[in-house]
């Protein structure tokens, strides 16, 4: 912090106070305004993360259950559907954590 005798008369007076360094003043933020652009940017990412928790549990569950019907598979055709289901689940898993690029944005 400066010490009171460093500043200058300038630091204290309303006019130039928050001015830019154009010589201009700066602007003021409308409260109504900020308060919505700020209460969207937050519902937006909470529900960002809600999205990605629950696209990651669905890869969980897919994964878990595709590896157990890969363990009690008794012929070819449930270890190909066992597989597929741990395939499916990485893959959702790693989509909602953006690791590979969704399927949307192949074509």
């Known amino acids: 912090m400066v010490p009171e005798s460093e500043r200058s008369a300038d630091d204290t007076h309303p006019e130039t106070r928050g001015a830019e360094p154009d010589g201009g003043t700066a602007r003021a933020f409308d409260d109504a305004a900020l308060y919505s652009v700020v209460r969207t940017a937050v519902k937006d990412a909470l529900l960002d993360v809600i999205g990605t928790v629950l696209l990651v549990g669905i ?34 898993a790693a989509t909602a954590l953006e690791l590979v690029p969704s399927v949307r944005n192949w074509f």
């Open 59 to 92: 890869g969980a569950v897919l994964t878990i259950a595709g590896g157990a019907a890969v363990v009690q598979a008794s012929d070819i055709t449930g270890v190909a559907v066992g597989v597929w289901l741990v395939a499916l689940g990485v893959y959702i």
